[in-house]
């Protein structure tokens, strides 16, 4: 036989329900305008963070466009009309950019033969700590290659000598600055050697192998692999 339903149970139930219903009723009478509100504000902030980000990607689109124009007519930056538009795409808040205007800007002031203030621009982006190391690297050995002639020999050796290291990107051309320096001390010794591993490292740009290699022979010192270094592992 089927057993019947408790009565009480069916009533507790009864009075349960009601019971919340009536706690639900309250909570929104008191919060209800509130909630709304958050809701509201919510969905403000969520629109205008993607409107920030769309109006950042077109921002960045176009910056890409005008650098990619300064790429293509390298003697643009020195142009008045230009100075303007690098001067914005330096305060970029996109990395790459923000550096190659930069460079831009050094470049521009080469041309006006303006050493000092295109190194101090280099200086500037080698002291950037917000920039990846690479082009921090890069600006360091284009401003000391302009300031070679006014810096002491050990200031470039010190300088540059974590970057004149095999594997190291800029290992040929900071090495040929730290080499030249040591010309300069008359440790003609490590100069040999310096210049001997530029002349032997493959990854080097084949002009700056060739002047190493002929600056090695000039100091005594062999540069050109034989075949069995060549086989060796």
């Given at each position: 036989?089927?057993?019947?339903?408790?009565?009480?149970?069916?009533?507790?139930?009864?009075?349960?329900?009601?019971?919340?219903?009536?706690?639900?009723?309250?909570?929104?009478?008191?919060?209800?305008?509130?909630?709304?509100?958050?809701?509201?504000?919510?969905?403000?902030l969520f629109g205008g963070f993607l409107y920030w980000q769309h109006h950042k990607t077109?921002?960045a689109g176009k910056q890409g466009e005008e650098l990619q124009a300064l790429v293509e007519?390298?003697?643009?930056?020195?142009?008045?009309?230009?100075?303007?538009?690098?001067?914005?795409?330096?305060?970029?808040?996109?990395?790459?950019?923000?550096?190659?205007?930069?460079?831009?800007?050094?470049?521009?002031?080469?041309?006006?033969?303006?050493?000092?203030?295109?190194?101090?621009?280099?200086?500037?982006?080698?002291?950037?700590?917000?920039?990846?190391?690479?082009?921090?690297?890069?600006?360091?050995?284009?401003?000391?290659?302009?300031?070679?002639?006014?810096?002491?020999?050990?200031?470039?050796?010190?300088?540059?000598?974590?970057?004149?290291?095999?594997?190291?990107?800029?290992?040929?051309?900071?090495?040929?600055?730290?080499?030249?320096?040591?010309?300069?001390?008359?440790?003609?010794?490590?100069?040999?050697?310096?210049?001997?591993?530029?002349?032997?490292?493959?990854?080097?740009?084949?002009?700056?192998?060739?002047?190493?290699?002929?600056?090695?022979?000039?100091?005594?010192?062999?540069?050109?692999?034989?075949?069995?270094?060549?086989?060796?592992?």
């Open positions: 036989m089927a057993v019947p339903p408790n009565p009480d149970e069916a009533f507790l139930r009864e009075v349960d329900e009601e019971l919340r219903r009536d706690q639900l009723a309250s909570v929104w009478t008191r919060y209800g305008r509130w909630l709304i509100l958050a809701v509201v504000a919510a969905l403000a077109e921002a007519d390298p003697a643009a930056a020195a142009k008045p009309a230009t100075a303007k538009v690098l001067q914005e795409l330096a305060g970029s808040n996109v990395d790459g950019y923000r550096a190659t205007a930069k460079f831009a800007q050094a470049d521009a002031l080469l041309q006006k033969k303006d050493l000092k203030g295109a190194a101090a621009k280099l200086a500037e982006i080698a002291g950037d700590t917000s920039l990846d190391q690479p082009f921090r690297d890069l600006a360091l050995v284009r401003q000391t290659s302009i300031e070679f002639d006014d810096l002491k020999p050990d200031i470039i050796v010190n300088r540059l000598r974590p970057l004149a290291v095999k594997g190291n990107p800029w290992f040929g051309s900071a090495g040929e600055l730290v080499a030249g320096a040591y010309l300069r001390m008359n440790r003609k010794d490590l100069a040999g050697t310096l210049f001997s591993q530029i002349g032997r490292e493959e990854t080097v740009p084949a002009t700056l192998r060739q002047r190493a290699v002929q600056m090695a022979g000039v100091l005594g010192v062999d540069a050109v692999e034989t075949p069995e270094e060549k086989k060796a592992p």
